[in-house]
């Protein structure tokens, strides 16, 4: 499966932004689907994941209360929705996917499949 992401940006501290994640390729459903960001001279870290169905989400306790992931199958997208952003949340933020269940996997190598990242910048 290929993925796509978008949706970054600069942003204030306190604002939101809404990133993108498109697959194309083989059936979405069959794809738990996770985000994870990467702040500079830091490793990848886990921010939050969705189940194949939808009905199972899981996130990072640092983003609790603040993000919050959805999918949709029809149009074969993950979005990340980031509402009380901080400087702290400055990275580059990826999507993936795993074949079959996602659970609360948080690690990158428990992911099959890659985007190419997308740079969120909050300015304090």
């Known amino acids: 499966v290929q993925l796509q992401a978008s949706g970054g940006g600069l942003v204030q501290a306190g604002g939101s932004l809404r990133l993108s994640c498109a697959a194309a390729g083989r059936t979405f459903s069959d794809y738990g689907m996770g985000w994870f960001r990467q702040a500079p001279g830091k490793e990848r870290e886990f921010v939050a994941a969705?189940?194949?169905?939808?009905?199972?989400?899981y996130y990072a306790d640092f983003v609790k209360g603040r993000f919050t992931i959805s999918r949709d199958s029809a149009q074969k997208t993950v979005w990340l929705q980031m509402n009380s952003l901080k400087f702290e949340d400055t990275a580059v933020y990826y999507c993936?996917?795993?074949?079959?269940?996602?659970?609360?996997?948080?690690?990158?190598?428990?992911?099959?499949?890659w985007g190419q990242g997308t740079l969120v910048t909050v300015s304090s």
């Open positions: 993936a996917a795993r074949s079959g269940a996602v659970g609360a996997r948080k690690a990158p190598d428990e992911y099959d499949y």
């Open positions: 969705i189940s194949r169905s939808g009905g199972g989400t």
